[in-house]
T-cell receptor
Framework: NAGVTQTPKFRILKIGQSMTLQCTQDMNHNYMYWYRQDPGMGLKLIYYSVGAGITDKGEVPNGYNVSRSTTEDFPLRLELAAPSQTSVYFC?????????FGPGTRLTVT | KQEVTQIPAALSVPEGENLVLNCSFTDSAIYNLQWFRQDPGKGLTSLLLIQSSQREQTSGRLNASLDKSSGRSTLYIAASQPGDSATYLCAVGPGAGNNRKLIWGLGTSLAVNP
């Protein structure tokens, strides 16, 4: 199993551009999550999904959108990128409680 | 509002030492508590998961304990090795309704020196 994979690993965006961060898991987990990690701030939940077709907001959803059309994929969309979205983004999945993380995407918005 | 605190923020020890990392939380009504490891530039790896009904979990040289009444968990690492150098994060599952929305501490950065 590859586990949780994320693409791209790194990305630089200009202010106002849009992009999609990809996340795929091959463990048939129903639960999937998007976090951002900022220095000194800890991990913050952006969005999560309890299954295909079902998504819900986390702590910091503004400026982001998600979709869950399949069990495997949970893309995170950034519209109109802002410098405040410079961060490391992690996708995770779980069957029940134990969460498995991808390697992360380091995003810089300038 | 649940808050999770990890002390110390950083720790440096010589190889072979036994050590304890601390995690405290303000609301004892938790569903579970998880300990993770994060290596620089990498994702997080789950180390131990303790359900609210459990007192401890063990995996190899790691032992995690949970005392809900005092709002504390400890991660004990026996016979530390340089490969244990990483940031250790604890996360609390706050309740049955939102039990998968974890509340995170800021982590303890551990350096084990040869």
């Amino acid at each position: 199993n590859a586990g949780v994979t994320q693409t791209p690993k790194f990305r630089i965006l200009k202010i106002g551009q849009s992009m999609t961060l990809q996340c795929t898991q091959d463990m048939n987990h129903n639960y999937m999550y998007w976090y951002r990690q900022d220095p000194g701030m800890g991990l913050k939940l952006i969005y999560y999904s309890v299954g295909a077709g079902i998504t819900d907001k986390g702590e910091v959803p503004n400026g982001y959108n998600v979709s869950r059309s399949t069990t495997e994929d949970f893309p995170l969309r950034l519209e109109l990128a802002a410098p405040s979205q410079t961060s490391v983004y992690f996708c995770a999945s779980s069957y029940v409680d134990e969460q498995y993380f991808g390697p992360g995407t380091r995003l810089t918005v300038t | 509002k649940q808050e999770v605190t990890q002390i110390p923020a950083a720790l440096s020890v010589p190889e072979g030492e036994n050590l304890v990392l601390n995690c405290s939380f303000t609301d004892s009504a938790i569903y579970n508590l998880q300990w993770f490891r994060q290596d620089p530039g990498k994702g997080l790896t789950s180390l131990l998961l303790i359900q609210s009904s459990q007192r401890e979990q063990t995996s190899g040289r790691l032992n995690a304990s949970l005392d809900k009444s005092s709002g504390r968990s400890t991660l004990y690492i026996a016979a530390s090795q340089p490969g244990d150098s990483a940031t250790y994060l604890c996360a609390v599952g706050p309740g049955a309704g939102n039990n998968r929305k974890l509340i995170w501490g800021l982590g303890t950065s551990l350096a084990v020196n040869p």
